[in-house]
């Protein structure tokens, strides 16, 4: 068995480290120190340090890997490897160096489509109809060092963000415990990846999730899903911010007449205009108000129809 340091933080992380924990011996898990979250500003423990603790793992939580101290806990976990998931940390190239086997990365895309933090919304966003994990060698570079292996999925229809990262990260561990022998022996050899494939997915930005109504009634569906669960998307109805939580396409999107932004009724439907088509809101949530189905906030608010979003 490998004697493995693990590197992540979210829950997209832990069915890697699980299945590691079954598989090799785990000597060490590193993590972002503990954060603040919730309303009340909770310093709440990542994912992967509950499911390391409760393993009975050491657990390391450094601000910054570069920092000496840093280098020298790492180097006292004499690991033949690390693996990483999601941590939330470049690698400097004296953490890379360390282990005889180098660093081995789970990332939620077929590289080198979608390299950078957020290939999951980015798949869904721009309408890939395939998505997938590759394992690959981690470099100075982001996301651009050799593949070991990768494994594809189709994208359902009504895939959301969330749908797509709990696909992802059980396969991610799965493919990385079928992976992992085969580099170790040798029998893998990591190949590169093609430059002029390359594309980028960058963090990203709460502020994105404000919708342009001038984008075509596809594209903000895309959009929506998605944003689903995180940043969300959203708009500004009588100056107050309202979630489109959830959103449907059908044959008069691309073909009804439409004014981006304006709210109408369409044969017993509420329909938005696009810059090309109609968007059909199925849920939404005004601000300071409990998400409910579109019909229930039509009737509880009759000035909806016929007003203009996003002013």
């Known amino acids: 068995m490998a004697h493995v340091v693990f590197m992540g933080t979210p829950d997209f992380a832990v069915p890697a480290l699980q299945r590691l924990i079954e598989e090799h011996t785990v000597v060490g898990v590193v993590t972002q120190p503990d954060r603040p979250a919730g309303r009340g500003k909770t310093v709440h423990m990542s994912p992967i340090k509950q499911v390391a603790l409760a393993a009975g793992l050491p657990v390391f939580q450094p601000e910054k890997l570069r920092r000496p101290e840093a280098i020298d806990e790492l180097h006292r976990w004499e690991a033949d490897v690390f693996i990483v998931a999601a941590f939330g940390q470049i ?3 004296a953490v890379l160096d360390m282990p005889v086997y180098g660093a081995l990365n789970i990332h939620a895309s077929l590289l080198p489509r979608w390299r950078g933090a957020a290939p999951i919304q980015a ?3 721009e309408g890939d109809t395939i998505s997938g994990i590759t ?3 981690l470099d100075a570079g982001l996301d651009t060092g050799p593949v070991l292996t990768r494994c594809a999925i189709e994208l359902a229809a ?3 963000g969330q749908s797509l990262h709990d696909k992802l990260s ?3 561990g799965e493919l990385l415990i079928e992976t992992l022998p085969g580099y170790l022996s040798g029998d893998i050899t ?3 990846q ?3 494939l390359a594309t980028l997915a960058p963090r990203i930005d709460k502020d994105e999730g404000r919708i342009d109504w001038t984008r075509s009634a596809v594209e903000i569906e895309r959009t929506i899903r998605a944003f689903t669960p995180w940043p969300g998307t959203f708009t500004v109805w009588n100056g107050k911010l309202l979630k489109i939580l959830a959103a449907d396409l059908s044959a008069e999107a691309s073909e009804g007449e439409s004014h981006p932004g304006v709210v109408a009724a369409l044969d017993g439907h509420t329909v938005i205009g696009t810059g090309d088509g109609l968007l059909f809101p199925t849920r939404v949530q005004l601000e300071g108000k409990s998400a409910v189905d579109i019909d229930a906030f ?4 009759t000035s909806f129809v016929g007003s203009t979003l996003g002013a």
């Open 170 to 172: 059980q396969m991610g």
């Open 123 to 125: 798949a869904i966003r």
């Open 158 to 160: 009504d895939e959301t």
């Open 298 to 301: 039509v009737r509880g608010y």
């Open 135 to 137: 394992i690959m060698k």
């Open 194 to 196: 093609d430059e002029d």
């Open 91 to 93: 690698l400097p190239q």
């Open 190 to 192: 990591p190949q590169p």
